[in-house]
């Protein structure tokens, strides 16, 4: 059993920043992929971006050199760094990962980018 919880979420407004985190229960060290996802009001959730154990990256092409993904072992947390945010990034935006043959998802934090 693994729990994701994020936070970081909020407000901001067009071209601003955010920070996500996903904190995890277990140690991630062995963890392969790590990812983000996002869904917004009346779409279906979208693959953000993707980090493997061993760093490599996925990004979406609507995110690719605005969001950057990390991952640090030590404190079993995923990131998502988020830049020149626009009104599109608007979603809940969600942690996964895959652990033993199971799917595993957070509860979800709002991004809302708005003037």
């Known amino acids: 059993q693994v729990q994701l919880v994020e936070s970081g979420g909020g407000f901001v407004q067009p071209g601003g920043s955010l920070r996500l985190s996903c904190a995890a229960s277990?140690?991630?060290?062995?963890?392969?992929?790590m990812g983000w996802y996002r869904q917004a009001p009346g779409e279906e959730r979208e693959l953000v971006a993707v980090i493997a154990s061993g760093g490599s990256t996925y990004y979406a092409d609507s995110v690719k050199g605005r969001f950057a993904i990390s991952r640090d072992n030590a404190k079993n947390t995923l990131y998502l760094e988020m830049n020149s945010l626009k009104p599109e990034d608007t979603a809940v935006y969600y942690c996964?990962?895959?652990?033993?043959?199971?799917?595993?998802w957070g509860q979800g934090t709002q991004v809302t980018v708005s003037s």
């Open positions: 277990i140690s991630i060290f062995a963890i392969n992929d």
């Open positions: 996964n990962t895959d652990w033993l043959g199971y799917d595993y």
